[in-house]
């Protein structure tokens, strides 16, 4: 089955600094790669997240990309924010099975 | 999470005591997932309806689970007889099934 790595489980930048969150994935046949955001006593929330067919893909100050090669998925939010502080969860799957990643904390520090 | 609402928020329990999780999805979808949230196992899909009806429920780790979607507004997730390693947090979802899941904000279980 799906297994997902994600780095690094902590992440902690300055206000205005850039962050990315790396996943890795074993499955070749997955094919849709969200982006959760999970706050404090709240469930996950999608963020963003891109299909096997596109590269790269950009909302605002986040941004995803894929290397299906390489079967490994980046998160990246510039001009972070306090508000960006959260636990962050990359998955892999195809369908309805989604397989996450362990999270990643960051902070981002004011 | 505005399309979920799940009870209780917060249970505890003692061991052998029967716990039923509680899942309303407000918005039409036709899927249900129930996830199961731990520090040790990260986010696990336990099981998931479509339609109200059970379509994968490989990631039930015992016959002690069961869960139930009687109808398209309403879903139960029980475990009898529950026991410490229960203690998660468990989260009810919907979605289309190819996209963005609605995560309800949990069910905190302490069985102790």
């Known amino acids: 089955g799906e297994n997902v790595e994600q780095h690094p489980s902590t992440l902690s930048v300055q206000e205005g600094d850039s962050a990315v969150i790396k996943c890795t994935y074993s499955d070749s046949a997955s094919n849709y790669f969200p982006w959760y955001k999970q706050e404090l006593g709240k469930g996950p929330q999608l963020i963003i997240d891109i299909r096997s067919n596109v590269g790269e893909k950009k909302d605002q100050r986040i941004a995803v990309t894929l290397n299906k090669t390489a079967k490994h998925f980046s998160l990246h939010i510039t001009e972070t924010q306090p508000e960006d502080s959260a636990v962050y969860f990359c998955a892999a799957g195809q369908g309805n099975k989604l397989v996450f990643g362990a999270g990643t904390i960051l902070r981002v520090k004011s | 999470d505005a399309g979920v609402i799940q009870s209780p928020r917060h249970e505890v329990t003692e061991m052998g005591q029967e716990v039923t999780l509680r899942c309303k999805p407000i918005s039409g979808h036709d899927y249900l997932f129930w996830y199961r949230q731990t520090m040790m196992r990260g986010l696990e899909l336990l099981i998931y309806?479509?339609?109200?009806?059970?379509?994968?429920d490989s990631g039930m780790p015992e016959d002690r689970f069961s869960a139930k979607m009687p109808n398209a507004s309403f879903s139960t997730l029980k475990i009898q007889p529950s026991e410490p390693r229960d203690s998660a947090v468990y989260f009810c979802a919907i979605g289309q099934g190819t996209g963005e899941l609605f995560f309800g904000e949990g069910s905190r279980l302490t069985v102790l």
């Open positions: 309806f479509n339609n109200n009806v059970p379509i994968d």
